[in-house]
């Protein structure tokens, strides 16, 4: 991903969220997502991110069409890196290129760059109640490792659990 592709993430990301999490988290506050807020915010992330970060952007006949973020797992509890192992912190595509295979290839890049960069396992947060994503992930050869916590989204607690697998 470069600078460049920032405005075109923000819209997968944006129609993403709204798409993948209807009826999983509060209506009201994915009709209030905004791409141009989104990439006003994403600008300043990405300036800001450590080298360790890889955005990653899919493209079919030029435009972007699916974006994944990976980096060192980050400890919410703590607050801390753990540098042992990866993190895929985002993976979404366009809802229509759903099914066309650009949500495999952004997770066959994803695990393959963090395999060379030497991690022994990645981990993600899924919404617990995504049913659709957590099969994907575990076609992935991703399983649940028994961690879940909540956060709160428009004043609505949402639960997620965590994946894992070895690299």
């Keep these: 991903m470069t600078e ?9 990301r944006v129609r993403g969220w709204q ?3 209807a ?16 990439a006003q915010r ?7 991110a450590p080298a360790e970060v890889v955005n990653l952007v899919a493209e079919r006949a030029g435009s972007v069409t699916g ?7 980050r400890d919410e509890t703590t607050g801390r890196r753990d540098d042992a192992l990866a993190e895929l912190y985002a993976l979404y595509v366009m809802p229509e290129q759903v099914g066309t295979g650009i949500g495999r290839a952004l997770m066959t890049a994803s695990l393959d760059l963090t395999r060379e960069r030497g991690y022994p396992g990645m981990r993600l947060w ?6 659709r994503a957590r099969r994907f992930y575990e076609r992935a050869g ?15 607690l949402v639960p997620e659990v965590r994946y894992a697998r070895s690299l």
């Design 4 to 12: 460049d592709d920032i405005e075109a993430v923000c819209a997968v």
């Design 126 to 131: 899924v919404l617990e109640h995504n049913v």
């Design 23 to 38: 009826g999983l988290v509060p209506q009201h506050f994915l009709d209030g997502l905004d791409v141009e807020e989104e």
């Design 67 to 73: 974006w994944a973020a990976v980096g060192p797992y």
């Design 142 to 156: 991703f399983a649940p490792d028994g961690a879940e916590e909540a956060f709160e989204l428009a004043g609505v």
């Design 19 to 21: 798409w993948a999490y």
């Design 42 to 48: 994403r600008r300043e992330l990405f300036t800001k």
